[in-house]
């Protein structure tokens, strides 16, 4: 069956070092992978789309990368930051489903 | 607007009631989702539309579900005679157009329903 995987614990680092996200995934040939942030009581807002051809995109202090052999995607947060606590969600993108397809989130706390 | 704007913001009601869910979009925006968010949970795709139409109703649960959108702009998610299970935050998105998943969604921040 299909499965999208992330930590499934919370994480907690501390303020300054990178924040690691991990998207696992099974069963999916995804073209498009993408990630977003959500706050309690918000709704998600879109961060960055990397495509399945692309192995790494940059955002100002995020970077994606995307390994379609390990079927899994990372996210990095450099120099955290207290305001980078939040949910992150992954989201697949499967030519053939024609929706997005979205992880359960990784809750992050960016201790000060 | 700016953004995608949902409501109610919270709705709480009986079991056994109808709701009705609104969603307007991002102006210019062509397509539209409705997802469903439990507590803890990941997003659940319900419907979503192109314009119009929606082609894709697999992700609805039950018959008792039904979405419609009217002049490529607002659209509206039923619930009939709703059941606890139905409980949960429900999320509308819209997107330039529908691509393959190559356009970033954006979601307002969702209705948070409550069947007692």
């Known amino acids: 069956s299909q499965k999208i995987e992330q930590n499934s614990e919370a994480l907690n680092i501390q303020e300054g070092k990178t924040a690691t996200l991990t998207c696992n995934y099974t069963?999916?040939?995804?073209?498009?992978l993408q990630w977003y942030r959500q706050d309690p009581g918000r709704g998600p807002v879109f961060l960055l789309l990397?495509?399945?051809?692309?192995k790494e995109k940059r955002k100002e202090r995020l970077k994606v990368t995307f390994d379609t052999t390990l079927k899994q995607s990372l996210f990095h947060i450099t120099a955290s930051q207290p305001a980078d606590s939040a949910t992150y969600l992954c989201?697949?993108?499967?030519?053939?489903?024609?929706?997005?397809?979205f992880g359960s989130g990784t809750q992050l706390t960016v201790l000060p | 607007g700016a953004g995608v704007s949902q409501s109610p913001s919270n709705k709480v009601t009986e079991k056994g009631k109808d709701v009705e869910l609104r969603c307007d979009p991002i102006s210019g925006h062509t397509a539209l989702y409705w997802y469903r968010q439990s507590l803890g949970q990941g997003l659940e795709f319900l419907i979503y539309f192109q314009g119009n139409s929606a082609p894709d109703k697999s992700g609805l649960p039950s018959d008792r579900f039904s979405a419609e959108r009217t002049g490529g702009s607002v659209s509206t998610l039923t619930i009939q005679r709703t059941q606890q299970e139905d409980s949960a935050v429900y999320l509308c998105?819209?997107?330039?157009?529908?691509?393959?998943?190559?356009?970033?969604?954006?979601f307002g921040d969702g209705t948070r329903l409550s069947i007692l």
């Open positions: 990397i495509r399945e051809n692309e």
């Open positions: 069963n999916y040939s995804p073209a498009y």
């Open positions: 998105a819209s997107s330039l157009s529908r691509g393959q998943g190559n356009q970033p969604q954006h």
């Open positions: 989201a697949l993108a499967s030519g053939s489903a024609r929706q997005l397809t």
